[in-house]
């Protein structure tokens, strides 16, 4: 017997070119830059200075202020977006068991806004100032927690830690969960903001964020003036759910289906056995049965940096040849959001497979030589047939994953 | 240190702990049971933190279980002498 398929019934997206699914869709199909200079603290005395700031997201606007206080602004985006999501499917939680529902996130950060502002009480007036809520508020899996409590889902719930890879992790074991019939319903995706002093300077140490100073000069992945990525903030919320039990509440909306999807590990850089990204898309299309002729549009890692960029075109020209499949990065348009990246993707994957439509990598120019067999999608969006898609993250330190969405019969 | 009163109990237990979906911390709250107001063990915590900082009176932990209205709360502060 196979296992139902695991199915993307609703979307909550916020990024700094569109709060919302489908203002963040008209967005990106219109090429809508929105990175700019931090204006959440005072960056001007910071080597870099650019960032994708989602400032028209306000958690105090569509959450009660005993959320607000207990929370930082990644969990307010997870809490905001999940209820976007659940419209979207037309999920009311209380008609499902509470044990058929849970809850996968991923995180890279945990909540730095908040422990920055506990931890200036803590040095500067005493540990009795420090707010209780910081007990989790800060932590990796309080994004789950919170939309678990929230929701009453107190089925499988847990976090993935995966750098920028771990959004698709974290999809990938929510469709696990519907597969093995531990869950009905997931929520999952992941939303991530590290906008405050304490989350910069961890950026200032990463030298793969880019300390070019004008907009649309510092994220130009595969291009040969590529030097870096610029950090977002957002992410996505998906509603995943077993496809009988979706048909069998009357269908409605539907996105695609979470076909394939796999994961691997880096050898150590000094192995000299290079990278593994390409067995992690090779076994995701195995998982999903699908062959490199069938993918309709690769949205990729993207790193911006001239050696990830090369393994990158390596890996998807040996798997689809030279110019095989459109390819494209539309996070040029609001910076690489970590935890919520993959998530992110995967909606506009799907997004992508509703409307026929692939939308553009920005900025990006003149095509670095070793990334020249790319067909990528530059500048307009491409009205083309989408019914299988491929998302790629990678992350630091070894991660890669790749996963397979394709559409599904409403 | 004056007495505490009952609106700056509320004012604080808005700042601690804000207010939920379904609770109006502004209405006749004073003999309503912390539960519900969805008050739960870790806002009563931050609520006894404020305590001591605002008025200087210490609210022990294992006190904290048998003050289960925002009045018995109220009574219990102004009943101790301010360390202060």
Not at chain 1, 227 to 251: C, Q, Y
Not at chain 2, 15 to 28: F, P, S, Y
Request: proline letters at 5%; charged letters at 20%.
């Amino acid at each position: 017997m196979t296992a139902s398929p695991a199915v993307v019934t609703g979307l909550g997206v916020i990024a700094a070119n569109g709060v919302g699914a489908e203002e963040y869709w008209e967005a990106s199909l219109a090429g809508k830059n929105a990175i700019g200079e931090v204006s959440a603290f005072d960056s001007s005395s910071y080597p870099i200075r650019l960032a994708g700031e989602a400032r028209d997201f306000t958690g105090a606007d569509h959450l009660p202020s005993r959320l607000t206080k207990q929370t930082d602004r990644a969990t307010q985006m997870s809490l905001v977006a999940t209820e976007w999501a659940l419209a979207d499917a037309g999920v009311e939680p209380e008609t499902f068991r509470d044990y058929d529902m849970g809850v996968v996130t991923s995180s890279a950060a945990g909540g730095y806004g908040f422990g920055q502002a506990e931890l200036q009480k803590l040095w500067g007036q005493g540990s009795e100032f420090v707010s209780v809520y910081q007990s989790y508020a800060w932590f990796y899996a309080v994004n789950t927690g919170q939309v678990s409590i929230r929701h009453g889902m107190r089925g499988s719930n847990s976090v993935l830690v995966g750098e920028q890879a771990g959004g698709l992790d974290a999809v990938a074991h929510a469709r696990r969960n519907i597969r093995n019939d531990a869950a009905t319903l997931m929520v999952t995706g992941g939303t991530e903001t590290t906008l405050c002093p304490w989350g910069w300077v961890a950026h200032v140490a990463d030298s793969r964020v880019s300390r070019k100073s004008q907009a649309h000069e510092a994220y130009l992945p595969f291009d040969v003036e590529a030097s870096g990525h610029v950090p977002g903030e957002g992410g996505a919320i998906l509603i995943t759910e077993n496809a009988d039990t979706w048909r069998a509440r009357g269908g409605g909306n539907v996105y695609g289906e979470l076909a394939g999807h796999a994961s691997t590990f880096d050898p150590p850089p000094e192995s000299g056995r290079g990278s593994t990204l390409d067995r992690a898309v090779l076994n995701a299309l195995a998982d999903a049965g699908v062959t490199p002729d069938e993918v309709d549009v690769v949205f990729a890692d993207a790193a911006g940096l001239p050696e990830l960029d090369a393994a990158e075109a390596r890996a998807l020209t040996k798997i689809f040849g030279p110019s095989g499949v459109p390819v494209t990065a539309p996070k040029t348009m609001f910076g690489r959001l970590y935890g919520g990246g993959g998530p992110l993707d995967l909606a506009t994957a799907l997004l992508s497979i509703r409307h026929d439509t692939i939308p553009p990598t920005t900025n990006t120019q003149v095509r670095a030589a070793d990334c020249a067999s790319l067909d990528l999608v530059l500048g307009e969006p491409r009205r083309s047939e989408v019914r299988t898609a491929l998302v790629i993250a990678r992350g630091y330190g070894g991660f890669n994953a790749a996963t397979v969405v394709r559409d599904h019969p409403h | 240190m004056a007495e505490m009163t009952f609106e700056e109990l509320r004012t604080m237990m808005r700042e601690a702990a804000g207010e939920g979906d379904d609770v109006d911390l502004g209405g006749d709250i004073a003999r309503t049971p912390f539960g519900e107001l969805e008050f739960d063990s870790l806002a009563l915590m931050e609520m006894a933190a404020r305590i001591k900082q605002e008025h200087g009176v210490e609210v022990p932990d294992d006190d904290l279980p048998e003050l289960k209205t925002p009045q018995m709360m109220l009574d219990y502060v102004n009943a101790q002498p301010a360390v202060r």
